[in-house]
């Protein structure tokens, strides 16, 4: 029923911005989250966002920003600043019933998943 399709992944040089989109069908669920994975690691959180706030991995505070249209029924990651290591496949996912449990350190909770979208950053 619910469906979640990610956009906006490419190949940029270090330091460049990419913006990702995920739009929503169906039910719209108040925790939503990007979580990336890259080849040979486990998956990671990014970002999480819900009515009483964000969650960021270490890693990409100050650089990345989680944010969404309600009127479009769609999710955006603003990546700043990109390093080589933030390569990975990107996905959008959706946790229903998550209240303060909506953070990168919760990604079990998310059941809903996007199909991905690559993100290669070359030095």
């Known amino acids: 029923q619910v469906q979640l399709v990610e956009s906006g992944g490419g190949s940029v040089q270090a330091g460049d911005s990419l913006r990702l989109s995920c739009a929503s069908s169906?039910?719209?669920?108040?925790?939503m989250g990007w979580f990336r994975q890259a080849p040979g690691k486990e998956r990671e959180g990014v970002a999480t966002i819900r009515t009483g706030g964000t969650s960021y991995a270490d890693s990409v505070k100050g650089r990345f920003t989680i944010s969404r249209d309600v009127a479009k029924n769609t999710l955006y990651l603003q990546m700043n600043t990109l390093k080589p290591e933030d390569s990975a496949m990107y996905y959008c996912?959706?946790?229903?019933?998550?209240?303060?449990?909506?953070?990168?350190?919760?990604?079990?909770?998310?059941?809903?998943w996007g199909q991905g979208t690559q993100v290669t950053v070359s030095s």
């Open positions: 996912a959706a946790a229903p019933g998550a209240r303060l449990s909506c953070s990168v350190g919760y990604q079990d909770l998310f059941r809903y």
């Open positions: 169906g039910y719209t669920y108040n925790c």
